[in-house]
C-alpha cells in the first residue's frame, strides 16, 4: 500500500495513517478512505516518477515543436506588405541622407569660422616691428 499518493502537480495527499501499538515503531497502517482519495487511486497510474516526468517532458516538446512548425509556415509577402517595407526603407533612408547633410553643414560652418578666424588674426609686427599679435573682433 501507498502512504502518499502524489498528483501530477506534487501535491501530496494523505491516503494512509500509521500508527504504533508497541509506542517504538509504526507497525499498523490504516488505509484512509474519502472521495478524494477514492478518486486519486483510480485515476492515476502507478508509473515510476521518471516515465511521469519523461511523458510531461514528451507532451512539452510536441507542442513545442508544433509552434516551430507553424512559424515555418509562414506565408510569403504579398504586394502590400513588400510596398510598406519599401516605404519604411525609403523613410529610414531619407532620414539617414538629411542627417548627413546637417553634418556635413555643420563640418562646413566650422570650417568656414576657422578660416575667418585665422583671416581676422593679424600680426601687429609686421606693421610696426613690435611682434605682437592681437585679434580683430567683429560684433556686427
Avoid: C
Avoid at 79 to 96: F, N, P, Q, T, Y
Amino acid at each position: 500500500p501507498n502512504f502518499n499518493e502524489v498528483t501530477m502537480s506534487l501535491s501530496f495527499v494523505k491516503s494512509a495513517v500509521l500508527s504504533s501499538t508497541d509506542g517504538v515503531s509504526h507497525n499498523t497502517e490504516q488505509s484512509i478512505d474519502n472521495p478524494e482519495t477514492t478518486s486519486l487511486r483510480k485515476s492515476t497510474s502507478h508509473k515510476p516518477l521518471f516515465e511521469q516526468l519523461r511523458a510531461n517532458k514528451e507532451a512539452e516538446d510536441e507542442k513545442y515543436e508544433e509552434l516551430q512548425r507553424q512559424m515555418r509556415g509562414t506565408r510569403a509577402l504579398d504586394e502590400e506588405d513588400v510596398a510598406h517595407l519599401d516605404a519604411v526603407e525609403r523613410m529610414r533612408e531619407e532620414r539617414d541622407l538629411e542627417v548627413k547633410i546637417g553634418i556635413e553643414r555643420e563640418v562646413a560652418l566650422f570650417r568656414a569660422a576657422r578660416v575667418d578666424r585665422s583671416l581676422a588674426r593679424t600680426s601687429v609686427g609686421d606693421e610696426d616691428g613690435g611682434g605682437e599679435d592681437f585679434f580683430v573682433v567683429d560684433n556686427s
